[in-house]
DNA sequence: CGAGGGTTTGAAGTGCATCAAATAGTGTGG
DNA sequence: CCACACTATTTGATGCACTTCAAACCCTCG
């Protein structure tokens, strides 16, 4: 996977230009970017390192930057005025966040919190918003990202609807494996099995009692946070027939 | 609200050009165009009517084309393997559909039928693309109308996992609202009540149960598809408390 | 070893869905 | 103008899924 290379790069990173622009050409978005661009990127950004629960910004803080995720994971998040919590999404290394506050009057909607030791990438959202009025095709670029993320929240919200706590998790598994690869699989769950609860919407309780049915269900093993199979149609047989999409399900956008 | 101004005068319409361009003038993502664009886009514009029930296009059909709604309505929705259905959005006049397909290979991504009799506009996507590409600030534009539409999927999202149903109904009404009126208000429903119940995600029957149950916590008064109040302030109260927004809580984009 | 967080299990409660049936509304043809 | 047919809406009874509260368990790390 992609962002597996990225963080081992960063592990044994020098905190060079160069390296930097070697990151930025990692991410969709700025794939698209000429390199004269992504170095004038490159040239403002500043790698952080950050522990555990460190709270990067909150909803409605100003926005000055955004972030590109080399190592660890982020949460963004909001809540609400009851005290609920609503995980908006979990990134791993490689993905972006915060850019669009370039597009919400330079005002973050979430808030974003570090919940496995992470560096980052802290880049100014001034100069993205520069490059994107000088040069047409990265707004091109931008409004496909846009577009796809928009589609991918359809789904989300269809399946918060749709599928029962088990399919849920099923297709939380899909999407971290390959499925191109039709054999046996076996992976390591990200993050903690509370934090997956509360991505997909359940509680903690809920998400290890719906982990045992589908385990039941599909066969599929489970030991701590390993989790083994035979085939990877087993999952999708039991978890896609409640979701609009046809089978290889696309993982989410960068 | 803007939209009835709209739907008067496309029952007195003459079909020429320059009464197309007024319409397309409404919208806030060709709002931004120049008077040039949109006449571009109006020779191509084909108007026409459809009973309710007609299906104007199916999620994986061929895209050449995007609809602006003159008077009806029209639900978006997507189909599940094993025969659910999740609406998408339901439209009012003013808004446009289909337009993301632009992104997405040319295909739409749901199914769209008219569930009140309709009049819309049919407009060439290479048309759209062709301005898109020649002028950056209509990007600029798309992409901002983008951003938004995500962050109220987010919202909306957030909703369905935090909210009651009698709160999600009061969300509902409170954005049929002028909510810069403080005072007592009335209003009708803009569609069948099942149909919202399933744009909210719920059944007819918890639909009626709901409101009923939000008639006796709030005070409110209900015959039929009317709803009266004495103060918007008591659903808000009532139904905000499990929104992280702030209360003017925003109606969706177009 | 012992403290603390993450995870699991159990018991009970809540909210929404489902099935079934009654009622209200609407438009039709007589 | 009325009776009928048909649809939208409401109401009741029951079931299931998820939540909540409580407690046990497990694992890691000082």
């Known amino acids: 996977m992609a962002f597996i290379k990225v963080s081992m790069d960063a592990l044994h990173a020098d905190t060079t230009l160069s ?17 004269a661009q992504r170095q004038h990127l ?5 790698l952080e390192h950050h522990a555990k629960g460190k ?5 409605g803080d100003r926005a000055d930057h955004f972030f590109l995720v ?48 992470a560096t980052l990438l802290r880049l100014p959202i001034a100069v993205l918003s520069d490059e994107i009025s000088k040069d047409p095709a990265l707004a091109l670029a ?36 390959d499925q191109r690869n039709q054999g046996p699989f076996s992976l390591n769950l990200p993050y903690d099995k ?3 609860a509360s991505r997909l919407g359940m509680q903690p309780e809920t998400f290890s009692r719906a982990l045992t049915r589908l385990k039941d269900e599909t066969g599929i ?4 946070a390993r989790i083994e199979g035979d085939a990877i149609s ?12 046809t089978f290889p399900c696309k993982d989410k956008a960068g």
């Not at 087993?234 to 999409?245: E, H, K, N, V």
């Open 42 to 46: 490159a040239q403002h950004a500043r």
């Open 234 to 245: 087993q999952l999708a047989i039991y978890a896609c027939g409640a979701c609009s999409s």
């Open 70 to 117: 080399l190592t660890g994971w982020v949460k963004l998040y909001r809540e609400t005025l009851d005290g609920m919590q609503a995980i908006v999404d979990v990134l791993p290394a490689g993905h972006l966040f915060g850019e669009t506050a370039l597009f919400e009057e330079n005002v973050f909607p979430f808030s974003a919190e570090v919940i496995e030791p």
């Open 194 to 196: 509370t934090l997956i």
């Open 221 to 224: 093993r489970i030991s701590g």
């Open 19 to 35: 390296n930097y622009m070697h990151h930025l050409a990692e991410v969709p978005l700025l794939r698209q970017c000429t390199p």
């Open 55 to 59: 709270v990067l910004f909150l909803s």
């Open 142 to 177: 931008m409004l496909r990202v846009m577009v796809q993320y928009r589609r991918q929240q359809d789904q989300e919200l269809e399946h918060t609807k749709l599928q029962s706590a088990p399919q849920r998790i099923g297709c939380f598994l899909l999407r971290l494996l």
